[in-house]
Structure formats: structure tokens, C-alpha cells
């Protein structure tokens, strides 16, 4: 399973970056809205910090405004992926834009069946959301196991990204469940190291090291 970056901030893209270990990006309109800057600046700077996919989601709601914004967007950067609702409006841009070459990734996935529509669509990627399904007392992880044996049973090239990852062990799940791609926040991606058996190993280390060279 590869790891993207699930956020819009700078800073923290360059950080996780530098870490080695993110393949891609994903951002959406909340996330896009709490940096307070111009979607295009951000989506450019990030593209060009990681060269994997970066998502970046489109905001109309008709077929007939979401092509021409979805261009637009795809004309950022070569790397730049363009994030489609899973509505008829949005079924019909995947096609649309899969015609032209333009990746997309098919987001707020809630059942197997959105997954599998996205997928014959011509979607590069879809997003099932794991935490906010879990939110709603459903099970996020079950999820991606279905779509992810769906589409191994089927030869469905489409990759499938674990979103809405709230935490360590939604992580490991997704992993488990056969997921291609987990998106995580960057907290959750640090939180990833943590154990506390480190920790104290760390410290034991340096204690008989200082013991010894006293
Ligand atoms: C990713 O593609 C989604 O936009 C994101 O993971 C949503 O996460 P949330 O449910 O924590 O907002």
C-alpha cells in the first residue's frame, strides 16, 4: 500500500515529503479553504513539490460547468489528477474527461456499487471514505475490502484509495483489506511512528552510553 499526503497545507506537504515516504496528494475544497489562498497557487506548489499524483476537486455541481473547471484544473500540472463527486453529473465528466486523457479520482464513495460505477466511468482512482462511514456506525474498512476484491475479481485496473483515515489503525486495516492507496493527514501520518517502546529504548540507549563515557 502507498501513502499520499491528505492535506492542502505547504509546510506540510514539504515535511512529509521530505520524509521519502508519500507517493501523492489529495486535497478538497475544506482544505483547500482553511489556507485561505487561490486554488490554482496551491495545487501548482504542491505538484511541483511531489511529483506523484496531486488531487484537486472540482466545485460545480453540472456536467456542463464541471468539464471546462476540471480542464482548467488539469492544466496546472502534468501530475494534477482532477477530483469528481460520485454523481450523475460527475459519472458523466469521469467519462468525459477519461476520453480526453484526464485522470480523476471519484470521491465521497460511500458503497460498492458508487466504487464499481466510477471504475467502468474510466475513473483512475476512486475514494472510499473509511472514517466517515465509521462516524455513522458502518464499517469503513468492510468497505474497502469489497471494493478492493471487486475489483481484483474483475481485472479493474482502478486504484483504490482508503480516505477519511482518522487514525494508526485505520491505516494498518486498509493495508490488510488490499487497499492500493491510503490518504492521510499529516497528523496521522507522524502518529505512524510513534510507539512508546521507541521511545524508551531511545532513552535506555543514551542513559548506558553516558554511564560508560562518564
Ligand atoms: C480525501 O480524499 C478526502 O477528502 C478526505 O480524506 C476526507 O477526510 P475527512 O472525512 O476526515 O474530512
Redesign the pocket.
Known sequence: MKFFL?SANIAEVREAHALGVIAGV?T?P??IAREKQDIKGVIREIASIVKGPV?AEVISARYEEMVPEARQLAQIADNVVI?VPITLDGLKTVSALAAEGIKTNV?LIFSANQALLAARAGASFV?P?V??LDDISEDGIKLIKDVTDIFAIHDINTEV?A????HPLHVTQAALAGSHIA?V?YKVLVSLLNHPLTDAGIARFLEDWKKANM
Do not use: E, M, W
Open positions: 491528505d489529495t478538497n475544506s482544505l488531487s477530483k470521491t475514494s471514505f472514517g466517515r484509495i480516505a477519511s483515515v482518522r490518504t493527514p
